[in-house]
């Protein structure tokens, strides 16, 4: 055994190629999975499957021979299980949707390195597209650029795990005749970004956008006396606090658009929650066609009468078809004071007769009854190892 650390470090950097090598070949069988699937029909998510192999793995990993933590390799084999699902889903729905072009034109709000940008590109990535970025100045921009085909797909920001729905977004989605097609979690990571300065002390005015304030409340209580400017996004506070280049100043970003303007890292992980994922959806001109292969969500505008239990009697139609809900989100009808316009996310396929079914029934319950869109479900969510 040597102790000479350069030795030691070319050691992991040779097993972290075989790591890489061996991802890279796993990732490459879940095309050979999906052509499989595709001449059996077969559900594409195998969660009896995925569990036996999470149980036997931990099983391996705390043995003798390993010595590994439970939760660490069941943790990252959940990634790698969830890389190979997205993987699946993308290749069927190229497929089924008839998507030759190879790049995309994706409207996003924020500047290059914006949350909705790396968002964006994430996506592209996933559906194995180039992706022509249009930076937008608003969240109704992107709606119009979307419309007017400049953008073949916008993507904008839902929901987040800590400050909650982004309202805007939904009161944008009651007026559009676009579709949703797509959802995407994106993990969101501030940090505190300045153009030279160690000392957290010296700070005295932070710039971002006001979600990304809110979401960092705690740590910003916690700072003394400081001014807050706000911005149209944090890629706008990232520019401005390159641009402005003072000791004094730093933006609430990310890291990978802060590396994009110079900027360096002060502070990580400074929101009030630790799993701060923002929950993206993706919108186009056209519906999608969802593979009855893969998990699918069906966005729903609703209102209901103002009689007492109108909605918990439409509701009560999701139970009867046994439709697992995933959202239930209600905002202000602009112009009728005090009523409301429900928002119903539900895990079910739009071209599936039961859901059809379903929807016929709840049509009877309610007022007004729109679909916004059908797409895959992009949260994989991990089976119980227990
Ligand atoms: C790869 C498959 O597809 C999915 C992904 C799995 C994996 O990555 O191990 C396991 C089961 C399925 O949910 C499979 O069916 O084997």
């Known amino acids: 055994m040597t102790l000479d650390l350069s030795e030691i470090r070319q050691q992991i950097t040779r097993i972290d190629r075989s790591l890489l090598k061996l991802l890279s070949e796993r990732h490459r069988l879940a095309f050979d999975v999906v052509r499989s699937k595709e001449i059996t029909q077969k559900a594409l998510r195998d969660e009896v499957r995925e569990q036996q192999l999470l149980q036997e793995l931990v099983k391996f990993a705390e043995s003798e021979n390993y010595q590994l933590d439970a939760q660490y390799v069941t943790q990252i ?45 994430s996506y592209a990535n996933r559906y194995q597209k180039q992706c022509i970025e249009l930076s937008c100045a608003s969240f109704e921009q992107i709606f119009e650029k979307v419309s007017s085909g400049e953008a073949d797909l916008g993507v904008l ?43 957290l002390s010296k700070i005295d005015t932070l710039y971002s956008h006001p979600q990304v304030i809110q979401q960092c409340s705690q740590f910003i209580r916690d700072l003394d006396r400081v001014h807050i400017e706000y911005c149209e996004s944090s890629s706008h506070a990232m520019e401005l606090v390159s641009s ?31 799993n701060n994922i923002t929950r993206f959806i993706v919108i186009a001109r056209k519906p999608l066609t ?62 599936h007769p039961a859901t059809q079914e379903a929807l016929e029934e709840l049509k009877e319950y309610s007022e007004f009854l729109k679909v916004l869109g059908c797409y895959p479900s992009e949260i994989v969510k991990p089976v119980d190892v227990a």
């Open 290 to 351: 969802v593979s009855p292969q893969i998990t699918a969500k069906t966005l729903l505008l609703m209102t209901t009468s103002q009689q007492a239990g109108a909605l918990v009697d439409a509701l009560f139609v999701f139970k009867k078809h046994q439709i697992k809900m995933t959202k239930l989100e209600s905002r202000p009808i602009y112009g009728k004071p005090w009523q409301e316009m429900f928002y119903l996310e539900i895990e079910a396929n739009i071209h």
């Open 77 to 121: 084999f959940q990634r790698i299980i969830e890389d190979s699902v997205l993987t699946q889903q993308a290749y069927l729905q190229k497929k089924l949707n008839d998507e030759r072009e190879n790049q995309v034109h994706i409207a996003f709000l924020g500047k290059r390195g914006s949350y909705s940008n790396l968002a964006a590109r």
């Open 157 to 199: 920001p839902l929901e987040n795990t800590t400050s909650g729905s982004i309202n805007e977004v939904y009161d944008l989605l009651q007026h559009t005749d676009l579709s949703l097609v797509g959802e995407l979690a994106y993990p969101i990571k501030h940090c505190v970004l300045v153009s030279d300065q160690d000392d």
């Open 244 to 274: 402005l280049n003072k000791p004094n100043i730093a933006a609430l970003g990310n890291e990978d658009g802060g590396n994009l303007y110079g900027l360096k890292v002060l502070k990580t992980d400074i929101a009030n929650q630790a």
